[in-house]
């Protein structure tokens, strides 16, 4: 079975633009969930969707959002990139029940500058 | 809120030696999930172990195993025999029971060394 894929490995934009990352969850997982890794913030949980529906959100400014197709694959878009957006994106999908493991992607690495 | 402490940015250990990573939290739910997941420079977050709450027994998998002190509020965790492959990143995490199953609350972070 494919693991959790995620697109692109990495990207550089500029403060200002905005930007899509993609991710494929595996193979009958519902549910897609989205995390922020910097040095200085750690992990955060930005948002969750299931069955294309956001299910959970995190204290993430109105720039971040996601979305989420009837394949269940999720993208999420940063607005209005800034500097302090530079960070690892982890994707993880599950099948949605509570007690239903995440298994995470490679994520993506963002830089702005 | 809750929140989730580890104090050790650093570890060190011998290959086939043993050591113990330290991890708290802090939550006034009284039904949760506790985790330990490893991060190589693949980024990749693995899951190590997985603890409920309920349970009183420590969870156990091959080399790795939990000390879990629900009082305390502390879910340490030891890897026997270490080898080469578990240099890597370790993340403590919690997750509500009820609620979003996706909602992890994640530590800083224990960077774990290898030695021959």
């Known amino acids: 079975k494919a693991g959790v894929t995620q697109t692109p490995r990495y990207l550089i934009k500029t403060r200002g633009q905005q930007v899509t990352l993609s991710c494929s969850p595996i193979?009958?997982?519902?549910?897609v969930s989205w995390y922020q890794q910097t040095p200085g913030q750690g992990l955060q949980f930005l948002f969750e969707?299931?069955?294309?529906?956001?299910?959970n959100k995190g204290n993430f400014p109105g720039r971040f959002s996601g979305r989420q197709f009837s394949n269940s694959r999720s993208e999420m878009n940063v607005s209005t990139l800034e500097l302090g957006d530079s960070a690892l994106y982890l994707c993880a999908s599950s099948s949605g029940t509570e007690n239903s493991p995440l298994h995470f992607g490679n994520g993506t690495r963002l830089t702005v500058t | 809120a809750q929140t989730v402490t580890q104090s050790q940015p650093e570890m060190s250990v011998q290959e086939a030696e043993t050591v113990t990573l330290s991890c708290t939290y802090d939550?006034?739910?009284?039904?949760?999930?506790l985790f330990w997941y490893k991060q190589p420079p693949s980024r990749q977050m693995i899951l190590v172990i997985r603890?409920?709450?309920?349970?009183?027994q420590n969870a156990t998998e091959n080399r790795f195993s939990v000390n879990f002190q629900k009082a305390a509020k502390s879910f340490s965790l030891k890897i026997s025999d270490s080898q080469l492959g578990d240099a890597a990143m370790y993340f403590c995490?919690?997750?509500?029971?009820?609620?979003?199953?996706?909602?992890?609350?994640f530590g800083t972070g224990t960077r774990l060394q290898v030695t021959l």
């Open positions: 193979s009958g997982h519902r549910s």
């Open positions: 939550t006034s739910e009284s039904d949760y999930y």
């Open positions: 603890q409920e709450a309920y349970k009183q």
């Open positions: 995490a919690y997750r509500r029971r009820t609620g979003t199953a996706s909602k992890l609350t």
């Open positions: 969707y299931f069955s294309e529906t956001q299910r």
